[in-house]
């Protein structure tokens, strides 16, 4: 039903107005799309160009934006020109490090679980727990496990002869690595629920003609299962890009502060810093804003590599 | 039948909002955000629920947790404020600019006010016309006057006392880490509180298992929450008089900072790569000096006086206790160092919305919370804070033995200026001078001192302080530019 100057036109009323099958068919589509539109509109466009309008701004929070004074380009002058924020992108792409980790691991052991095998479904439910599980409690068992004094690993460390383990928290060499082996760990769980079901979804045929042909176990992965899962392995490293580019839970919890000597500081965590800590909202304005635009970039050359792997 | 059924479901439902709100309308309500730690929020608890009785009204008491800063600055941007929240001393000009808050002259007899430390309550005093901090109307009223002291646990000195007093017999320290026979504070200098602590620093055997570890510290202090004091106490300070310049690479600030991690120098710290912090060994009878803010005390004295877990105060007797000071004192007497030692005094106040519908019942609650003579005895008895009341604070607080720890004068000292400093990352527009400027670094420093590979570049007090010092001012230089941006 559609509104026109106050009256309801119905149906019937469309049929008599002449509109046929296919523009009633459009205006039914366009009226199904109005909603993620309006959605998308209220909950991304209109804050992007506030962020967009704001990194212009000297914003303290507590004030209405509308208020806040413009200072140009001066909140990207004082991001280029700041140390810190160049540590937190570094950091930040190192933690990205483990996406093609995580995706390894991930694949071998969908390929594993995809085998037919008696407990599979038993082991692809305790993979995926970890996914469902509080991220906080993860940190704390996580804080417990790499514990430089009483840490299973350094035990298990010192029990194999190493009279000094490293010191996992403290450590600036190995705080990131901290995080990603936690991080890695919690996304194994999706990624291998995303590639058993890609794995399914692969002609028996092709492994069939494959064997006729006298492949092996690894030529078949190689040149089946691996080829046929690029379109899941490119939605995993964009989301992992993605989502990467985000971190901030993990390293916020898992460490004090920033990590030694800001090891474990994010672009994220400089931006939620600066905005509220600080009440710098423009700053952190222009940071989000050239966040969002790396990652654009990143997520566009990643479309093309794919488009040019698909040809 | 089943349209009957979710007929009288639907009625029921109704009946009982419409109830829900009735009974929600009923009487005026009003939103109070704070944080606290358990203890504190039991204690608010309590006198929340007289001040409800007697005012007939409902408080929605809410503690969030560290987050309380970002949050607020979230809630106040969105228009979602609620009616009392805290009001640091830093954002004073900032909240009244932003129409965030609204004074308390328009619904409170101002002239009430003055049995409240006065340079507590100047804190929350702002003049728009002259942009004059200290006069004009009020915005704030003090949640408490609050003073950071050293505290030690006599437990660890009882039982390190043969080496204590050897150590006074060689001439290592001056005297007995208590107050002595004429009321004097043991000040200590540096070097001797860093030999104190070595002393201090030992595997107690008498430890029981909940402590999770054997080994006990002299302390375990950290840059953010604990250099201040050794800063003034060696005369230095962190910014210049008008908050215009930093002083890192002064100096007075060097001597200060050398002094703070001669601790760690002669091994009487526990080491930063320790995962368990000096708070929690503070409190498992594993450190022997640690900071102690007014707000602690209830915590520590419920450990003390748990005849079950800590018989006869075997392993935890906390008292509070001076910080040390600058070695240029060494040759000075007990009696002329009682005034060298400086520690942290700083507030946090109850404001109200300038949204609240409820402004006159908000301000009637702040006044009850910050002035009220029962309400600060309450709070004072169970440790919670100093009485705001300068009266009582120097009265029966001290005299009253129902009250603790036993040498709480060394609070009151500090309140009355003598001994006290005011927070400076509260000086300033913000404080990234001193978070970004600063503490980023600090690794490096301790690195050089513990002798340890931190995976960063070992660096030596000065070298750390004259590397940083440049860009430590040019982020202060940004606070005032966007304090400047900011003025209506």
Known sequence: ?311 | MKKLLALLLTVCLLSTLWVALAAADDKPTIVVNTFAQEHEKAMYEEVIKKFEEENNCIVDFRVSGDQYWPELEASLTAGNAPDVFYLGVGDVRKRVWTNAVAPLDDYLDVSTLGSIWPEALNLYKYDEETNKLGEGKIYGLPKDFSAVSMTVNKAIIRKRDAEIRQAIADGILPFYPEIDENGNLPVYTFTEFANLCKICTFEDETLPETAGSKQVYGTHLWEDFCLKPFIWGAGGDYLNEDCTEVLFSSDKFIEGYEGFMKIVEVGGSGSSTDETSGYLKFLAGRCAFFPCGTWDVGAFQAIETDEAVNPGKSWFDFDVAPWPISDEYASLSIEERQDKWVGRIDSVGFCISAQSKNPELAAKFAYAMSADPEVQRFLAKRGGQLPNLVDMAEGEYLTDDSYFPETRVVFVKMLEGQNGHREVSSMTWNDLWLTEGFNTGLTSVWSFYEKSDLGVTPMDVRTYCESIQDNAQQLLNDAIDDMEAMKP
């Open chain 1, 1 to 311: 039903m559609q509104q026109t100057a106050g009256k309801a036109v119905t149906a019937p009323d469309l049929r008599q107005r002449g509109l046929n099958y296919r523009q009633k068919d459009a205006l039914w589509g366009y009226g199904m799309i109005l909603i993620p539109l309006i959605g998308m509109l209220i909950f991304i466009l209109i804050p992007f160009g506030m962020s967009v309008y704001a990194s212009f701004t000297s914003w303290p929070m507590g004030q209405s934006i509308a208020k806040a004074k413009m200072v140009g380009l001066k909140n990207y002058v004082d991001m280029f020109n700041n140390k810190l924020f160049w540590q937190s992108l570094g950091n930040t792409f190192y933690y990205m490090i483990g996406i093609p980790i995580g995706l390894a691991i991930s694949l071998l052991l969908a390929a594993a679980m995809n085998r037919g095998t008696r407990y599979e479904k038993v082991f692809r439910v305790v993979y995926y727990v970890p996914v469902i599980s509080s991220v906080v409690a993860i940190t704390f068992v996580f804080q417990q496990i790499f514990n430089s004094d009483v840490g299973i690993i350094n035990e298990g460390l010192r029990s194999l002869g190493v009279s000094d383990p490293p010191n996992w928290m403290s450590h600036a060499g190995y705080t990131k690595w901290v995080v990603i082996i936690m991080a890695v760990w919690k996304g194994l769980g999706s990624s291998i629920i995303l590639y058993i079901a890609g794995m399914q979804g692969i002609s028996r045929s092709y492994y069939e003609a494959a064997q006729v042909d006298g492949a092996n176990w690894w030529q078949t992965f190689r040149s089946i299962t691996l080829p046929l899962l690029m379109p899941v392995t490119f939605y995993l490293i964009v989301t992992g890009v993605i989502g990467g580019s985000q971190m901030y839970v993990e390293p916020r919890l898992m460490f004090t502060g920033n990590g030694p000597n800001n090891s474990t500081f994010t672009t994220v965590i400089h931006l939620y810093d600066r905005t509220f800590a600080n009440s710098k909202a423009g700053y952190g304005s222009a940071v989000a804003v050239f966040l969002a635009i790396i990652v654009f970039v990143l997520t566009l050359i990643q479309f093309r590599l794919n488009g040019k792997g698909d040809k």
